[in-house]
C-alpha cells in the first residue's frame, strides 16, 4: 500500500462519453500532480495542485481536460468527449513541500473503444 | 517544452553483469530524480541529485549529476533478478514539476 489511492483502477468507455477520475493523496502532502503514461513511454506531466491551488498545467492537454482539488484534499481528473487517444494509464502522485520524491498510486487505466 | 532523453531504451543483461542507463536534458536542470517501475506497477521513487556533479549511491546503485547539470546516469553493479524493471529519470528546471525521461526497459536473465 504506498498511500495514494486511486478510484477506478480500470475504466472502459465509449469514444464521446466523460468519465471522471479519483485520487486520494497521502494525508499530509500538500501537493499533487496528474500524469499520464502509455505503454513504453514515460509518466507525461498534466498537472499540478499546491493545497486547492492548481499551479500548473501542460500546455499540451487538451481543454477536455479538467483537474480539481477541492478543499485541498482529495482530488479528480474529468475527461469530456473522450477520444481514442486519451487510452492511457492515468497516475495521481502526491508530495510534501521540501520532501523528495513523488508518491505514486497505482493508476486508474482508462480504454477508449 | 523540456525534453528528457534517456539511453539505451532497452537493456538485456547476464545476472551479475553491470548496467547503466544515461539521461540527457535539452535545458539545464536544477535537479534530477531517479524512479523504478516494475513491470504492471508504478513509478517508485529512488533518489534525488541536486548538487553540479553530484554522487550518491544505494548498495548497488550509483546516481550521478553531472557538472553541467544537463546530464545523470544510474549504474547498477551486479545485477540481480530484482533488479529487473523500467528505470527513469525525472528532471526539473526552475518549476515544481518533474519531467520524466522515455526510460530504459532492464532484463536480467538468470
Known amino acids: 500500500d504506498t498511500g495514494v489511492s486511486q478510484d477506478p483502477r480500470h475504466k472502459i468507455t465509449k469514444r464521446g462519453q466523460n468519465v471522471t477520475f479519483r485520487c486520494d493523496p497521502i494525508?499530509?502532502?500538500?501537493?499533487l500532480y496528474w500524469y499520464r503514461q502509455t505503454l513504453g513511454q514515460g509518466p507525461e506531466f498534466l498537472t499540478y495542485?499546491?493545497?486547492?491551488?492548481?499551479?500548473?498545467k501542460s500546455r499540451l492537454l487538451s481543454d477536455r481536460f479538467s483537474a480539481e482539488r477541492p478543499k485541498g484534499s482529495f482530488s479528480t481528473l474529468e475527461i469530456q468527449r473522450t477520444e481514442q487517444g486519451d487510452s492511457a494509464m492515468y497516475l495521481c502522485?502526491?508530495?510534501?513541500?521540501?520532501?523528495?520524491?513523488?508518491?505514486f498510486g497505482s493508476g486508474t487505466r482508462l480504454t477508449v473503444v | 517544452g523540456q525534453q528528457v532523453m534517456q539511453i539505451p531504451q532497452y537493456q538485456h543483461v547476464q545476472e551479475g553483469e553491470d548496467f547503466t542507463t544515461y539521461c540527457n536534458s535539452s535545458?539545464?536542470?536544477?535537479?534530477i530524480q531517479w524512479y523504478k517501475q516494475r513491470p504492471g506497477g508504478h513509478p517508485v521513487f529512488l533518489i534525488q541529485?541536486?548538487?553540479?556533479?553530484e554522487v550518491k549511491k544505494q548498495k548497488r546503485l550509483t546516481f550521478q549529476f553531472g557538472e553541467a547539470k544537463k546530464n545523470s546516469s544510474l549504474h547498477i553493479t551486479a545485477t540481480q533478478t530484482t533488479d529487473v524493471g523500467t528505470y527513469f529519470c525525472?528532471?526539473?528546471?526552475?518549476?515544481?514539476?518533474?519531467?520524466f525521461g522515455t526510460g530504459t526497459s532492464l532484463t536480467v536473465i538468470p
Open positions: 541529485l541536486v548538487k553540479s556533479g
Open positions: 525525472a528532471g526539473a528546471n526552475t518549476g515544481n514539476q518533474f519531467y
Open positions: 535545458t539545464t536542470l536544477s535537479n
Open positions: 495542485f499546491q493545497n486547492e491551488a492548481q499551479l500548473e
Open positions: 494525508s499530509e502532502h500538500n501537493r
Open positions: 502522485a502526491s508530495s510534501f513541500v521540501g520532501t523528495y520524491g513523488y508518491t
